[in-house]
């Protein structure tokens, strides 16, 4: 009959293949106490967990959990890294510490049903993790998002630039029109008054003219001048 603690490493070997986006698989040997406490902080920081289990109770929960094609991978010293989520911020802790302490080493790994062997499993320390990712994503979207607000508002501001040029050659025309229009019709009545006042000068100089013509006809008669005959 199986021991009770035994069946608890399978579950939770089990359970952490099984509920994890990706698990990555490495070498331990030769590392200290207190630098796997460290390697297991770091791990924990990028969204992981480090779980080191004998490998016939990890074969075994290999089976259970329907990942066979993993048992190849599980000799020697094994220690699981369980990624939640994002197993590319995992990796890049992986090899950041490895390449201070040589003595862990990066065997392989089972991501999205396919087994990983160990230059796979190093190459996800180049790609770029999650937040990276979303952080690119957004500053494209802003800039598509800056981008399409300068479009839209550019004509806008030709249009409030337009109807404020409108709105001032209006005004100007006001001011500068305003007193024609109000010296039109002083114009008008001045037209009348003057027209009626040369008629009164006309007036007045008939008579004088009419009064002078028999004058001078009384001023010939008394001279006796006559008018030149043609003999």
């Known amino acids: 009959m199986p021991r009770p603690d035994k069946v608890a490493v399978v579950d939770d070997v089990k359970s952490g293949l099984t509920d994890s986006a990706a698990t990555l698989l490495t070498h331990y040997r030769g590392l200290t106490v207190t630098e796997m406490a460290e390697l297991r902080i770091k791990l924990r920081e990028a969204g992981a967990r480090y779980r080191v289990a004998k490998n016939t109770l990890a074969r075994r929960a290999a089976v259970d959990a329907g990942m ?3 048992q190849e991978l599980l000799d ?5 890294v369980f990624c939640s989520e994002d197993p590319v911020a995992p990796a890049k802790a992986l090899k950041a510490f490895a390449k201070d302490h040589p ?3 990066i065997r392989g790994g089972y991501l999205d049903g396919e087994v990983l062997d160990e230059a796979a499993a190093i190459k996800l320390a180049d790609l770029a993790s999650k937040e990276e990712l979303l952080g690119q994503l957004a500053g494209l979207m802003y800039g598509a998002l800056a ?5 839209l508002q550019a004509p806008i501001e030709k249009q409030a630039r337009l109807v404020q040029a409108l709105i001032d050659a209006g005004g100007n025309a006001d001011v500068t029109e305003a007193p024609a229009a109000e010296e039109a019709p002083a114009a008008a009545e001045e037209a009348p008054a003057e027209e009626a006042a040369a008629e009164e000068a006309l007036a007045a100089e008939a008579p004088a003219a009419e009064a002078d013509a028999p004058a001078a006809e009384a001023e010939a008669e008394t001279t006796g001048d006559e008018p030149a005959s043609d003999a």
């Open 68 to 70: 066979e094609e993993l």
């Open 103 to 105: 003595a862990l080493v």
């Open 76 to 80: 020697g010293p094994t220690a699981l």
């Open 147 to 151: 981008n399409t607000a300068r479009l």
